[in-house]
């Protein structure tokens, strides 16, 4: 009879947990009320809160997507589209800590491109070769070292030259002739003086004086023993060949200077892909070390093929404020062939595992669907969808 009870009791209290548990999870899972609504009053980014703004979409500065912030201080309302059963949460805290950063797939006007390497040559056309011009000895050289930056009318060097001394001479002396002669009736006297003093002039200014050091010889009637040599152009000296004491010819060159405000890049093209690249083609050229990047055109092809490494020399001319690219120096080069629209997306987004490439979609609240993606040609940052993506996504 006991054992009866006892089993009677263990049932009924089975029966009232069970009956609970039932009750507890039928009625938490019934809805309470009507869905809030929260009005949403503008959206930030997530990292740096001071930027705003009236629609949806995805920082400038970092690439992180823009959260909304609402009216009532309400949170953002949960995504009801179904998730896919692959999609995996990544909490926004998570999301900035790894340095997530989003984009959209969109129709782009692009075309094939191919990217090859580059370097970073002078401008033949910027180079100034500095010269005496005539014999003489070196007296004192303020530009003392490869690598200085001169201005024009800089200084240089000082020099001792006979012929110089000479010329100098003469031409006062042609002056002379011709403050005697202005006043002669014999006018053919009067036309031949200036003109020796005209020549005279010229001869100084083709042995390198120039004409502030020409109207200081007029001034003083005086020859300078040591003439001062000024730059010719500004630019960086590349080659020196001049120091005090030294003898001089004139053909010696005593300085090389080069402008680096303009620079070329040289880009070696396979032979292969030359039959593509034309003149006038836009092209991109990234720094090493550095997200910037810079555009060009392409100005010459060499006519003919290295015949080491078969390839073709393709020149880009550009203009080299900053100092931002150095002769010598390897870049990346892609040149744009042309094309028509395409469905891009930045080439960071695509994960390539070989035989699989992978992107993750974005489908709100933190969810990513990773979705095997067939991809095309890669030009400039982008990367071709060919498959597995819509426009928007």
């Given at each position: 009879m006991r054992i009866l009870q006892f089993l009677a009791v263990v049932i009924f209290a089975g029966l009232v947990f069970v009956g609970g548990f039932g009750y507890g999870r039928w009625y938490s899972t019934k809805p309470t009320g009507a869905k809030t609504e929260h009005k949403v009053m503008y959206y930030v980014d997530p990292m740096h809160t001071w930027y705003k703004s009236d629609k949806p979409g995805i920082a400038p500065d970092c690439g992180m997507k823009l959260e909304p912030v609402y009216a009532d201080g309400g949170g953002e309302q949960p995504n009801t589209e179904p998730k896919p059963d692959n999609a995996i949460q990544v909490p926004d805290q998570q999301q900035h800590l790894a340095g997530v950063r989003y984009g959209t797939a969109e129709w782009s006007e692009g075309g094939d491109s191919i990217r090859v390497s580059g370097r970073v040559m002078p401008d033949e056309t910027r180079a100034t070769r500095v010269q005496a011009r005539t014999d003489g000895w070196i007296t004192e050289v303020s530009t003392d070292f490869v690598g200085k930056f001169v201005t024009k009318g800089q200084q240089m060097l000082t020099l001792y030259s006979p012929e110089l001394l000479n010329a100098q001479q003469e031409y006062l002396l042609a002056l002379k002739a011709k403050s005697v002669m202005q006043h002669s009736s014999m006018q053919e006297s009067v036309l031949n003086s200036a003109a020796l003093v005209e020549a005279g002039r010229r001869r100084l200014l083709l042995l390198n004086l120039t004409e502030a050091q020409i109207e200081e010889i007029e001034r003083t009637q005086k020859p300078v023993q040591s003439v001062v040599f000024y730059a010719p152009a500004s630019g960086y000296v590349t080659a020196r060949n001049a120091f005090p004491g030294q003898r001089v010819t004139p053909e010696t060159e005593l300085f090389s200077l080069l402008d680096l405000n303009g620079v070329w890049v040289v880009a070696?093209?396979?032979?292969?892909?030359?039959?593509?690249?034309?003149?006038?083609?836009?092209?991109?050229?990234?720094?090493?070390?550095?997200?910037?990047?810079?555009?060009?055109?392409?100005?010459?092809?060499?006519?003919?093929?290295?015949?080491?490494?078969?390839t073709v020399k393709v020149r880009l001319e550009l203009l080299n404020p900053k100092m931002q690219l150095r002769p010598d120096m390897w870049v990346d080069v892609v040149v744009n062939l042309g094309g028509g629209r395409r469905l891009t997306v930045p080439a960071e987004a695509v994960l390539d595992a070989g035989n699989v490439k992978t992107i993750f979609v974005d489908r709100g609240n933190g969810y990513f669907e990773p979705r095997a993606v067939e991809t095309g040609a890669r030009f400039a940052d982008r990367v071709e969808i060919l498959s597995g993506l819509k426009a928007g996504e």
């Open positions: 070696d093209v396979f032979e292969a892909d030359a039959q593509k690249v034309r003149v006038g083609q836009e092209a991109r050229i990234a720094i090493p070390g550095s997200r910037e990047s810079l555009f060009s055109r392409v100005t010459f092809i060499q006519p003919q093929v290295d015949p080491a490494t078969r």
